[in-house]
């Protein structure tokens, strides 16, 4: 990852801004939700700087012409690979199939869902937002690590968390919402502040085993992409009458490429960032104790229900 120029970052670069001349060409990256939104501009980037990239998407025929509509662009070749991660079993599914790509360089877990009302589960029986954002993103992580560090060259994963993380709790004894009140945004926050502390947990395990893979979270900004615009009530309106004053998705996708290549981010492994610049998490956040905990959880439930699902 070389040729940076010293180009000045801020809320309103774009992706391709961010990439500041980086060349990416041999490299491999994988990008959760690559169909939409900031995970479209995030591979129009990566692909624009040379990377071949892997579209993950639930829906491979928008994912198929997410890609066709890109790749006369840009110079990486877009492959797309099913993956709905409300569903342990596609989970498994994909991880077999990016098991064979020839080598995977970066992991940008950005695919979400937000403010989900009425509750509902995915279909191994989690929470949907907490199953989908964190726990199909821990599960997909712990079938495609073991392919980066077994690389010995450094790598990226980068996962899409939220400034909501503030209103966020880990609920370690009821992670999956089965005891207490649903609240749809509380929910969403909760979810976002396990992304973190996934990071947090999954650099201080992978600085211990002396790995060169490196994790960054980050805050994207408020951006107007369609996950604003189908939760209803005074969610959408907010989307739909401030859009002028959002980022765009190119400019959401920017810190997502500041993450995932910005030399000077080298050794802050566990860093969060927004508008491309390293930032404090709220305090919740910087619970390392919590990490290992909520760590340890997800390990436990991701393994139990794919016993029960008869795919462990
Ligand atoms: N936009 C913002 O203001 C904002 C602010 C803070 C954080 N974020 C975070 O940024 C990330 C990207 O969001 P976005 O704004 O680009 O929204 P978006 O356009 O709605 O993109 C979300 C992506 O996640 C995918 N997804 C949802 N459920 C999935 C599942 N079960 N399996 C696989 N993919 C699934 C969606 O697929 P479908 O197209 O099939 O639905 C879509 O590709 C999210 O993690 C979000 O929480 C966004």
Not at 142 to 171: C, D
Not at 255 to 277: F, M, N, Q, R, V
Request: glycine share 10%.
């Amino acid at each position: 990852m070389v040729g940076s120029k010293p180009i000045k970052l801020g809320s309103r670069s774009t992706a391709i801004e961010a990439l500041r001349g980086v060349d990416l060409t041999g490299k491999v990256a994988v990008v959760t939700g690559g169909n939409s939104g900031l995970g479209s501009e995030t591979i129009r980037a990566l692909a624009t700087a040379g990377a071949d990239c892997v579209l993950c998407c639930r829906n491979k025929k928008a994912g198929q012409a997410v890609a066709a509509e890109l790749q006369p662009t840009v110079k990486g070749k877009i492959s797309v690979q099913r993956l709905d991660l409300a569903d342990l079993s596609s989970i498994k599914a994909a991880g077999d199939a990016l098991a064979s790509l020839p080598s995977l360089d970066l992991l940008v877990l950005n695919a979400g869902v937000m403010a989900v009302r009425p509750k509902q589960h995915t279909k191994d029986g989690f929470e949907l937002q907490f199953g989908t954002n964190h726990l199909g993103h821990f599960y997909l992580s712990s079938q495609l690590l073991p392919k980066m560090k077994k690389q010995g060259t450094p790598g990226r994963v980068v996962v899409l968390s939220s400034s909501a993380h503030g209103f966020g709790r880990i609920h370690i004894d009821d992670l999956n919402c089965e005891r207490r009140w649903y609240g749809a945004w509380a929910s969403y926050g909760n979810a976002k502040l396990a992304n973190l502390l996934f990071v947090k947990e999954l650099a201080r395990r992978l600085q211990e085993e002396g790995s060169p893979v490196e994790a960054f979270a980050l805050h994207p900004g408020i951006c107007h992409t369609s996950i604003g615009e189908h939760m209803g009530g005074r969610a959408t309106v907010f989307y739909c009458m401030y859009k002028p004053w959002l980022k765009s998705a190119a400019q959401g996708a920017a810190t997502t490429i500041y993450a995932a290549t910005a030399p000077e981010l080298s050794g802050k492994s566990g860093a969060y960032l927004e508008d491309c610049h390293e930032a404090k998490p709220w305090r919740c956040a910087r619970d390392a104790d919590m990490a290992r905990r909520l760590w340890d959880k997800s390990e436990e439930l991701v393994q139990a229900a794919l016993k029960k699902a008869g795919l462990a």
